[in-house]
């Protein structure tokens, strides 16, 4: 069934066996590539086709390669969907892509070395700092952020880098700090974190209310635990939803059958990602304001059936 209906929705050639179909996955050093490979796989087996985790910039570029058709599937930050089914921010036009599941919420991370005197986010002002690389949901948070808190985005120095090219920049003293967002622990973090000592930057319950009066309210006050990357408290900050998306056009069989696959995966992926294990049938559907695609609403009142 899913075969039959991916040939409506995705460019194939003659052989099955030469078809590819890319999950829209992020950094290498992110959780989105590390959860996208391993969905990938579990996919892959299950439907007995060929399907790969897509190394991306981030939110933004997932949901502009899932809208053209370069990627079935992507992950995206709830704002960077909200702006991209609305046609504002990052994008020039509204896109045509639909939710199929909630999967877990991600964290803004401003990181910095352990002994940095980088106390608070306005003293980025004058410093250079990663927001990012472009066309990412870190960019366009670390944006927010920084106007929430009173720092002029011209007044921080950004090379505009990924998370991995961030980790390499600030080992070599390259830069100051960067923003990350993603879930707990991130791989690239943790393991920055074993090597050298870092903190991150608080970030303050008023500001969170700022951005979230200015845009799609799409994010909540937070902390980051005690012990996470070495830390010995916790770290207030803010977090986002972060979907699982794909192309409206994509037949309801396509969209079932993947949910399917993803929720039987959900343990099995959650020993090598622990966020995985934050998938829950009842809180999957609150995708809002990005639209459930409609083979996502069947599979959901299947259940409920």
Same mark, same amino acid.
């Given at each position: 069934?899913?075969?039959? =209906?991916?040939?409506?929705?995705? @460019? ?8 590819? $179909? %890319? ?11 590390? +959860? ?7 996919? /892959? ?11 991306? !910039? ?12 370069? !990627? ?6 709830? &704002? ?23 999967? +877990? ?24 700092? /990663?927001?990012? !690389?472009?066309? /990412? ?5 670390? =944006? ?17 880098? &990924? ?5 390499? !920049? ?39 209310? %700022?951005?979230?009066?200015? $845009? /799609?309210?799409? $994010? ?9 990357? =070495? ?9 986002? @939803? ?34 995985? %294990? ?20 069947? $599979? ?6």
């Amino acid at each position: 069934m899913l075969l039959t =209906g991916l040939t409506a929705c995705v @460019p194939r050639s003659d052989e099955w066996s030469d078809v590819e $179909y %890319a999950i829209a996955s992020g950094g290498s050093t992110g959780v989105y590539y590390d +959860y996208g490979s391993h969905l990938a796989e579990e996919l /892959s087996d299950r439907l007995d086709l060929r399907m790969v985790a897509q190394e991306t !910039a981030g939110s933004v570029d997932n949901l502009l390669r899932v809208s053209s058709g370069e !990627a079935l599937l992507g992950f995206a930050q709830g &704002d960077a969907a909200a702006d991209a089914v609305s046609g504002t921010g990052a994008f020039e036009r509204p896109l045509e892509v639909e939710a199929l599941a909630r999967l +877990y919420d991600e964290y803004v991370q401003v990181v910095v070395r352990g002994d940095s005197d980088i106390d608070d986010i306005g003293d980025l002002a004058g410093r250079t700092i /990663s927001l990012g !690389a472009e066309n /990412s949901g870190v960019n366009v948070i670390a =944006g927010r952020v920084l106007d929430a808190a009173g720092v002029a985005l011209d007044s921080v120095r950004d090379p505009q880098l &990924d998370l991995s090219a961030s980790i390499g !920049a600030m080992e070599r003293g390259e830069i100051d700090g960067f923003f990350w967002v993603g879930g707990l622990p991130t791989p690239g973090v943790a393991e920055l974190s074993s090597r050298a000592p870092v903190r991150l930057l608080p970030i303050e319950p008023e500001w969170v209310n %700022a951005v979230n009066e200015r $845009y /799609s309210h799409a $994010y909540r006050q937070a902390d980051v635990p005690a012990g996470t990357y =070495g830390l010995p408290d916790s770290a207030p900050t803010m977090a986002v @939803p972060n979907y699982l998306v794909t192309a409206a056009s994509t037949p309801d069989a396509v969209v079932h059958d993947v949910l399917a696959g993803l929720f039987d995966a959900r343990l099995r992926i959650a020993g090598e990602v622990p966020t995985a %294990a934050l998938l829950d049938r009842r809180s999957a559907i609150f995708t809002g304001p990005v639209p459930l695609h409609d083979g996502a609403i069947d $599979y959901y009142r299947d259940l409920r059936g």
